[in-house]
Structure formats: structure tokens, C-alpha cells
């Protein structure tokens, strides 16, 4: 007879996809153990197994999870654009902030996605590489709509991968709490997609 789950069975597994994303952040996840995972979620490896199968099975289900959840801000944002009637560059700078958002409750989850996507099995591995690739699709469509004059078919790639290199990276100095905010750092980057990045003229030599 199958196991009955607990009423909180899902909400366990949320904490324990929490604690494991921080312990792989901190630790890196080759060398992270279930028994580690364990200590750090403050209960025993056989109860941990009740959970989860595989510390392989934790990391595909947060990256699973968390890809679903940026696959979600790309049509809550659309839908959202829509409904309020923004334009397509409100859309797009929108976006930017909700990813940024995003990024920043995520924090320890998107270090996994960066780092610890190749240690998935290969269909896993294809699972959310594809579900990236979907997000990085979307996100491009918008860049172009918001910038039909600028960008093109031709460049529309390499444009889109520019702006995630300003955004993909913020974990590594952009801390919650810290100086500059997420939200302050979003405009920051609004604004030099709108404007460019303008460098003063040098002085004029009199005569």
C-alpha cells in the first residue's frame, strides 16, 4: 500500500528546494551530500528520502520549478502589458523589473540555473535547457517590439543575450539589502536600453 503524503507534503518539499538551492550556492553541488542536505534542512536522510529520491531529483525539481516560474513572469507581464494598455517599451522595461525582481527573491535557485544545470541527466538536462531557451525566445520578441528601429532579425540574438549579460550575473555583486537595490539597479539598466550609455564630450581646447 503507497505511502499516504502529509497535508503539508508540498510545502515541505518547497522548504527543502529553499535550503537545498542555499546549500548548493554555498558549497557547489558536486560536493554537496543528501547528508549535508539533510543537517541543513534540520532532519534525517531517510526522512529527506520520503521527499525526494536523489539529491539528482532535487536538483531537477527546483530547476524545474524555477524555470516555470520565469516562464511565468515572461505572460504574467504580457498579459499584464496588455490589460493596462501599455506600450511595447513599457512592456519590455517591465519585464526587466519583474526579472530582476524575480532575480532577487531567487537569488540562490538562479546560481543553480547558471552553475548546476549540467549535472542533470541528459533528457532532464534538455528539459530546462529548452524551457531557457523559450524564456530567452519571449524575452527577445519583446526587445524587438520595443525597438522595432533598432533591433532586427539579424541582430535580435545578440541583442537579447547583451541584456541578460547586464542581469544573468547580479548574484555575484548584487546583494539583497545591499547598497543598490534590485529595483533601483532595474532602472538603471531601463534607462541605458532607452538612452544608451552616454559619454561627455571632451573639452574644447580655446584658441
Known amino acids: 500500500m503507497a505511502r499516504t503524503k502529509a497535508p503539508d507534503f508540498e510545502a515541505q518539499r518547497e ?4 535550503l537545498a538551492a542555499a546549500a548548493f550556492a554555498a558549497s557547489s553541488y558536486p560536493s554537496t551530500s543528501m547528508s549535508d542536505l539533510a543537517a541543513a534542512c534540520g532532519t534525517s536522510k531517510a526522512r529527506l528520502y520520503h521527499y525526494y529520491e536523489s539529491k539528482e531529483a532535487i536538483l531537477f525539481d527546483l530547476l524545474d ?3 516555470q516560474r520565469l516562464t511565468a513572469v515572461v505572460t504574467r507581464v504580457e498579459a499584464e502589458g496588455e490589460r493596462l494598455g501599455r506600450t511595447a517599451r ?7 523589473r519583474a ?16 552553475n548546476d544545470v549540467k549535472f542533470l541527466a541528459e533528457e532532464q538536462r534538455d528539459r530546462i535547457l529548452q524551457r531557457e531557451r523559450d524564456v530567452v525566445a ?8 520595443a525597438y522595432p528601429e533598432r533591433v532586427t532579425a539579424e541582430n ?5 543575450m547583451t541584456v541578460f549579460g547586464m542581469i544573468n550575473w547580479t548574484f555575484t555583486w548584487l546583494k539583497p539589502g545591499g547598497r543598490l537595490s534590485y529595483a533601483a ?3 538603471m539598466v531601463v ?3 532607452e538612452g544608451g550609455l552616454v559619454v561627455p564630450s571632451p573639452p574644447t581646447s580655446l584658441p
Not at 535580435?156 to 537579447?160: A, C, D, G, R
Open 156 to 160: 535580435q540574438t545578440p541583442l537579447t
Open 185 to 187: 539597479f532595474a532602472e
Open 99 to 114: 526579472f530582476l525582481a524575480e532575480y532577487e527573491n531567487s537569488q540562490t535557485r538562479h546560481i543553480a540555473l547558471i
Open 90 to 96: 513599457e512592456r519590455f522595461a517591465d519585464l526587466l
Open 138 to 145: 519571449a524575452f527577445g520578441r519583446q526587445l524587438r517590439l
Open 65 to 67: 520549478r524555477y524555470t
Open 191 to 193: 534607462g541605458l536600453i
Open 15 to 18: 522548504r527543502i528546494l529553499e
